[in-house]
């Protein structure tokens, strides 16, 4: 049996990497699923593949940054859809103008910050209460294992996972009463087209991906841990860091 019969899914950055992986396995799944990304052509694309599987999905422009956007995304998620159990926050990333903290340029803290910490904030703030009034269900939330280990020349994006992982761990308390689950996942280097470009640019991804035991990490990797912390089989999992990392924390 499908894992998500009857679920409606958000993610965020559902247009091109991990969370297309992660929307198009989830609608295999058979959720509904809200595809939400500031790239129009990415995220009607990944529609358009889940409608050409026999999948139903939502594309909904959004620039997670924007407090008005997020809200309204979630609002067309669930007028469309009817209710709201899984908000995926997947939407962030690092530039290679990364670096230490008294080399970093310092709108790149506060690009990373925005992004990355307030981008996930903001879908929290409009998803949960969806979420709550759905019954409960699921937040999946996405730091990086640069939040768990020591790394070079990625301060600004590493204290932005951090708060993240933080901030998961303090809902998942203050939402449990409310059947709320909240998760994170703190992938490795991975395949994305950006990942791979960072490689290609800022010394430092590619030299985590040389550690990590079963090299890149694939997408779909990633978009399976998501399932797990979507569908019911997490039901006693919340505050959980998961890390999907090729085995880079223990190398």
Request: hydrophobic fraction near 45%.
């Amino acid at each position: 049996m499908a894992r998500l019969v009857g679920k409606i899914a958000l993610i965020t950055g559902g247009g091109s990497g991990i969370g297309r992986a992660t929307a198009m396995l989830f609608a295999r799944e058979a959720a509904q699923v809200s595809v939400v990304d500031w790239d129009r052509a990415a995220g009607e694309e990944t529609v358009a593949l889940i409608r050409a599987s026999g999948g139903r999905a939502l594309f909904v422009p959004t620039d997670v940054t924007d407090a008005e956007q997020v809200e309204a995304a979630v609002q067309a998620t669930v007028r469309e859809f009817g209710a709201l159990h899984v908000l995926h926050n997947n939407a962030g990333g690092s530039t290679k103008r990364d670096s230490r903290v008294t080399d970093a340029p310092l709108e790149e803290f506060w690009d990373k910050m925005k992004l990355d910490l307030f981008g996930t904030w903001l879908g929290c703030r409009y998803g949960i209460p969806q979420i709550i009034a759905s019954g409960g269900g699921s937040v999946i939330n996405m730091t990086s294992i640069f939040a768990l280990i020591g790394t070079h020349r990625k301060d600004a994006y590493t204290a932005a996972k951090g708060a993240i992982s933080a901030l998961t761990r303090s809902m998942a308390v203050e939402y449990a009463a409310e059947k709320v689950r909240v998760n994170a996942i703190a992938p490795g280097a991975t395949a994305t087209a950006r990942v791979l470009k960072l490689i290609a640019e800022d010394g430092v991804t590619g030299k985590s991906a040389d550690s990590q035991l079963f090299g890149l990490v694939q997408p779909e990797d990633v978009a399976n841990a998501a399932l797990f912390l979507a569908s019911d089989e997490s039901r006693s999992t919340t505050g959980h860091i998961l890390s999907v990392d090729g085995g880079l924390t223990i190398s």
